[in-house]
């Protein structure tokens, strides 16, 4: 669609106005602009002033095709295309058309691979924060709490709770502790937001976690004592549905990973003895948690740890 407004960004540099040139027009295109007010004042002649920012991102248009596969269509066609022109060349190949087949097919391997590097890289960025979700069917938004909980305790489930869903990419949270849900936050079924029965819903959800647990091994290793594992991460539907068996009430179609972090303290020898209780993370996204945000949710766990003991 062609773009016939133009955008502008205005601002002060050191107490001299200046303004961008118009954006370029284009046919495919999509503009989106963002206001901006800094709030504080600095030397040089900065102010309130208000930002206006345009973000150009061209895209192909087709509705329901992901951009990011571009490269791997292209790679695909140049093998495609390698292949034809081998087959038609016959017998009569020359060393420098075999050179020039082996450059052009590692060009198109390397257009096809380039997006999952391009994935697997920014995984490793520290603080990546939220990704945009997307609806996982069958759930709904909700947050239960066990009635038999402090109110300081409840205070700091429901910050520990929202900070996680809020700065890492995960949609469904439970904290299990001794066979019991005393907490579940985020996408949840919806014939356990829409239950009359707030206790009731928690007693199954109870049922489905401890099912999910006691059937299987690589879980259930997790709460004995003489296991140094303590942290479970199934980085994609697969390995959930094959540690996973039973209990998947609590695991809709849409999840696609989820981490298992058992609540430990922050001195292993403090001689504390944990209970057998941990926190459930779900996310309906491949690989959602970097390694630095699970060092963050070992940590959370640890305080989780001190605040559901010292209560």
């Not at 391997?109 to 890289?121: D, F, G, N």
């Not at 469904?172 to 949840?188: H, N, P, Q, T, Y």
Request: proline share 5%; with cysteine; glycine share 8%.
């Amino acid at each position: 669609m062609l773009l016939s407004k133009s955008c502008f960004s205005k601002g002060f540099i050191g107490g001299g106005a200046f303004r961008l040139k118009p954006a370029l027009k284009g046919r495919v295109g999509r503009c989106d602009r963002q206001r901006i007010a800094p709030h504080a004042k600095q030397a040089g002649g900065f102010g309130e002033e208000e930002l206006d920012v345009a973000v150009f991102r061209f895209t192909l248009g087709i509705p329901g095709f992901d951009d990011s596969n571009i490269p791997r269509i292209v790679g695909a066609a140049g093998v495609f295309l390698l292949a034809a022109n081998h087959w038609a060349t016959g017998t009569g190949i020359t060393h420098a058309q075999e050179r020039s087949e082996i450059l052009g097919l590692v060009l198109c391997l390397t257009c096809i691979v380039a997006p999952t590097i391009e994935s697997r890289l920014k995984e490793l960025q520290p603080g990546r924060g939220r990704r945009q979700a997307s609806a996982i069917p069958d759930t709904q938004q909700g947050f239960l709490l066990s009635e038999g909980l402090d109110d300081a305790v409840k205070q700091e489930l429901a910050w520990t709770s929202y900070a996680l869903l809020k700065n890492t990419n995960s949609c469904s949270i439970f904290l299990w502790k001794s066979g019991e849900v005393i907490m579940a936050r985020g996408a949840l079924p919806i014939e356990i937001v829409k239950g009359p029965d707030k206790a009731a819903s928690l007693t199954q959800l109870s049922k489905d976690v401890s099912a999910m647990v006691r059937s299987s091994p690589p879980l259930a290793s997790l709460f004995t004592k003489a296991s140094a594992v303590k942290v479970l991460n199934l980085p994609d539907r697969g390995k959930i549905d094959t540690v996973a068996k039973t209990g998947t009430s609590i695991l809709p179609s849409g999840v696609r990973s989820m981490l298992i972090q058992t609540l430990e303290p922050f001195d292993p020898k403090s001689g504390s003895d944990p209970p057998e209780a941990a926190l459930i993370l779900l996310s309906d996204q491949e690989r959602a948690w970097s390694e630095r945000e699970r060092y963050w949710v070992t940590s959370i766990c640890a305080k989780l740890f001190d605040v559901l003991c010292s209560a």
